[in-house]
């Protein structure tokens, strides 16, 4: 594998980027404005109702954001003038076909243009509504690859999928393509077709029933768990992410096609602002939720590896692949993570959560400091069931029997708990496979990618994304954590 001069292959060139204002597709395109300011042009698709409506979100969603910060600094009263120049806001969605961009002219003009692809549009909801999920993460990809079909000067098809489309395998997940109707437990007769027809037909049938919408969105939902259970999936995201990626795979046809499969992506490691993330994330909500002193108990194998991925080295991967496979036709995939190289488990997760928040308290609604406390660990389902039927069900069925013949308040505030609780064993049953995951990712192809920087330490630097260069200890109590609390609980 050869690879030479990263940023001299972005040079005018011009990029499609989907999914415009989500985490990744910001750090991308910060990255490529900052190392090659001669990047030609960025399409960046956004779902609005017109191009004015774009260029509001453009502005709010993207460059408003701190993220921008280093640019800022650079180009200081030009940076407006730059990024117009650069930056082209794009109406349109994903899941429609010609990316729902309706103006002729400017679809002319991208097809005409467009050098590379960069699709990280994505709906990551483990539960999401299975029609909203099928037409994102597995029409989205198809609609993606059939606009690059229609440029003529494209080299490269990169496509954020997950390193999770493995499922709840366990020992060493290869990088391996999906093909077309593979399902993980075995079941036959996987057709994405009949997928679209089921979910019209149940569509059709709730239409019918005059359900409310949130009804229909509750059917929606336990549909897509459904259907991804029957195959081996443990939820609708990843379901609907490893059809994405067959359809890619089975109509690629001669584009170069690259799938970056990362695994939990956290805050930045270095670039461009250290401990940058916005939103909280799976591994994010339990810290802070624990800092706010709402975790009573933590359920999981404190021994399972928690797979980490800085975002910066994530976007680093993206853009050495991308510059790599330009032009060579085939399907590459690349697994981005920690869990080789340097892993990490549940339990120094707990112990880095517990020592940051004893020494940077978090306040309660009242404004008192949170003393965090060493919470109670359940390594089976079993035993966390336990937990919950005598500290929380026993107490409300006794609250029921006393209160509800007095007052109707009482059976309101029964209800109430009653629908929290049905709410956290949803979520128990979603985040499950996750607590006790045995599987490691194998990224062999993707350490022949750093092994081929090596020649060019300038550039091995700029863009690297070796998880053995992370030290969790310092990263999790100096930069994530406080990264965390800066942009996401800003408290």
Same mark, same amino acid.
């Given at each position: ?7 001299e292959?972005?040079?005018q060139?011009?990029i ?6 989500g985490f ?7 990255k490529?404005?900052r ?8 399409f ?11 260029l509001?979100r ?8 701190e993220v921008f910060k280093?640019?800022r ?9 730059y990024i117009s ?9 994903i ?7 309706v103006?002729y ?5 991208m097809?005409?243009?467009i050098?590379?692809?960069?699709n990280?549009?994505?709906l990551?909801d483990?539960? #999401?509504?299975?029609?909203h999920?099928l037409?994102t $993460?597995t !029409? *989205? &990809?198809?609609?993606?690859l ?6 003529p000067k494209?080299k490269?098809?990169l ?5 999770y489309v493995?499922g709840?395998?366990?020992?060493l997940?290869?990088?391996?393509p ?6 993980l437990n075995?079941?036959?007769?996987l057709d994405?077709?009949? #997928? ?7 569509? $059709?049938? !709730? *239409? &019918?029933?005059?359900v409310?919408?949130?009804a229909q969105t509750?059917a ?5 768990l ?9 939820n ?6 490893a ?10 046809e ?8 990362p695994t939990i992506i956290?805050?930045?490691y270095?670039?461009?602002?250290p401990g940058w993330?916005e939103?909280?994330?799976t591994?994010?909500s ?13 359920l ?7 797979d ?12 050495v692949?991308?510059?790599?496979h330009?032009n060579q036709a ?11 190289r340097?892993?990490t488990?549940?339990?120094k997760?707990q ?7 004893s ?7 009242s ?8 919470i ?9 069931y ?8 026993l ?8 209160n509800i013949a ?22 128990v ?16 192809n993707?350490?022949k ?8 330490h300038?550039e091995?630097n700029m ?5 053995r260069s992370?030290?969790w ?11 965390v609390?800066k942009?996401v609980?800003?408290?």
């Open positions: 594998m050869e690879l030479s001069g990263i940023v292959s972005l040079e060139k011009t499609l980027v989907t999914g415009s204002t990744l597709a910001k750090l991308f395109v910060e490529v404005l190392v090659q300011p001669n990047v030609k042009r960025l960046l698709l956004l779902r609005a109702s017109d191009t004015n409506s774009a509001q453009l502005h709010d969603e993207v460059i408003g954001k280093v640019l600094d650079k180009y200081g009263d030009g940076l407006d003038s120049e650069k930056l082209i806001p794009v109406a349109g969605d899941g429609s076909e010609n990316l729902g961009v103006d002219s400017l679809r002319e003009e097809c005409r243009e050098d590379i692809i960069f990280s549009a994505a990551t483990f539960d #999401e509504r299975y029609d999920a037409s $993460n !029409l *989205g &990809a198809k609609h993606v059939d606009f690059a079909k229609q440029c494209l490269m098809l496509h954020v999928s997950t390193a493995a709840e395998k366990e020992g997940i290869l990088e391996n999906f093909l077309l109707g593979e399902t075995g079941t036959t007769g994405i077709e009949q #997928e679209m027809k089921l979910v019209q037909e149940r569509l $059709n049938q !709730l *239409g &019918a029933e005059e409310t919408q949130k509750l929606m939902k336990d549909l897509g459904e259907r991804a259970r029957m195959y081996g999936w443990p609708t995201y990843v379901f609907t992410k059809m994405g990626e067959m359809l890619l795979g089975h109509l690629k001669n584009i170069p096609l690259v799938i970056i499969r956290t805050s930045t270095k670039e461009p602002i993330t939103g909280l994330r591994i994010d339990l810290g802070v939720a624990y800092g706010k002193g709402k975790l009573p108990c933590f999981g194998d404190p021994k399972s590896i928690i980490l991925i800085p975002g910066d080295m994530v976007v680093n991967s993206i853009i692949a991308m510059v790599t330009m085939g399907e590459f995939i690349y697994q981005v993570g920690s869990s080789i340097n892993p488990d549940f339990n997760f112990e880095y959560a517990f020592h940051y928040f020494k940077n308290p978090l306040k309660n609604k404004g008192m400091l949170v003393n965090v406390q060493r109670a660990i359940f390594t089976d389902m079993d035993s966390f336990r937990y919950v039927s005598i500290r929380y069900i107490p409300l069925k006794v609250f029921q029997l006393v007095f007052c109707k308040y009482f059976q309101r505030e029964y209800d109430n708990q009653n629908r929290k609780m049905a709410f956290v064993m949803r979520l049953k979603l985040y499950k496979p996750y607590l006790f995951f045995k599987g490691v990712f194998d990224d062999l993707t350490e990618l750093r092994m081929a920087m090596e020649e060019n300038a091995a863009f690297c994304f070796d998880p992370i030290d200890d310092d990263y999790f109590m100096n930069i994530h954590s406080p990264g609390r942009y609980y800003k408290g």
